[in-house]
């Protein structure tokens, strides 16, 4: 009897660390990403009062207690709004995967675009990458559980930073760029910036179980135009067979979700006809009046 009360006692403490375990995974926060500059300056602008005590504000409601991410925050939210001051568009992108701090080859072509036809337009530009997931095990845990339910969180970080560097730097304009998983988290900043007109949005591939966000300040692909989005359109029989008997394996001319999945059609370039004309005509459509 006293054998079956120690067990059923170590079954329940089992149990009770499980659920514990699984609701810190459902429910802590996430950190708040990080922008990296693309071809950064030294930029040596003055930062305004009201504008320190703005970014100390956003890092309390975000950082919290941690002196050192605190820190961290601040500097890098300052740095932007340095780089920027008298930039006439920020390109913001989100990448596909994890998030990490990477252009990978197909967007990279699209980038180029996206900067040549700023370029003919007239517009002055500055590109950083939001990196969403920060190093370590558990981060990159949270980085699933938020692609799996829509990244319920990691867009308010980002919705909060755009917000602050609009108030701030006069006559900036905002393209928030992602595809795949990024398409998600830009949209759902997108969502949260719907009311603020100096923001628009350039997306790739989101999943099909993402609903994104749609406004005339929203371009939405789905398809290259040459091949359909198997991931985006929910072809599970075709991702089902382009897996079938095949090792797990990253291959960039191929279209990929969370690096291994092979997903045909999930692959967007600036050279796909159905890619370019439409960026473009967005473009020309919100900037093209210069």
Request: proline share 4%; net charge negative; glycine share 10%.
């Amino acid at each position: 009897m006293k054998g079956k009360v120690i067990w059923s006692s170590i079954i329940l403490a089992v149990i009770i660390i499980l659920l514990g375990a699984v609701s810190w995974l459902l429910l802590s926060p996430c950190p708040p990403g990080e922008f990296c500059i693309v071809d950064a300056g030294q930029s040596v602008a003055q930062i305004p009062e009201d504008v320190r005590e703005d970014a100390n504000s956003l890092a309390s409601e975000f950082i919290g207690s941690d002196s050192v991410g605190y820190d961290m925050f601040v500097d890098n939210l300052l740095q932007v709004y340095s780089e920027a001051e008298g930039t006439d568009i920020l390109l913001i992108f989100n990448s596909g995967g994890q998030g990490q701090e990477d252009i990978g080859p197909e967007w990279g072509t699209i980038l180029e675009g996206i900067r040549d036809e700023l370029d003919r337009l007239g517009y002055t530009h500055m590109l950083v990458i939001y990196e969403r997931t920060l190093g370590g095990f558990w981060n990159f845990v949270k980085e699933l559980r938020e692609t799996m339910l829509s990244y319920p969180s990691k867009g308010k970080p980002l919705a909060a930073q755009i917000s602050f560097l609009t108030e701030h730097i006069e006559d900036i304009k905002v393209i928030i760029l992602g595809e795949s998983s990024g398409a998600m988290v830009g949209s759902q900043a997108m969502k949260l910036l719907q009311a603020n007109h100096e923001i628009y949005s350039i997306q790739t591939g989101a999943p099909f179980y993402y609903r994104q966000a749609m406004s005339d300040r929203s371009l939405a692909m789905n398809s290259n135009g040459m091949n359909p989005d198997s991931l985006s359109n929910c072809d599970l029989w075709m991702i089902f067979r382009a897996n079938l008997g095949r090792i797990p394996t990253y291959r960039p001319e191929e279209g990929h979700f969370l690096f291994y999945l092979r997903t045909p059609g999930h692959i967007y370039t600036w050279d796909h006809p159905g890619v370019n004309s439409q960026i473009s005509a967005f473009l020309e459509k919100h900037f093209g009046g210069n």
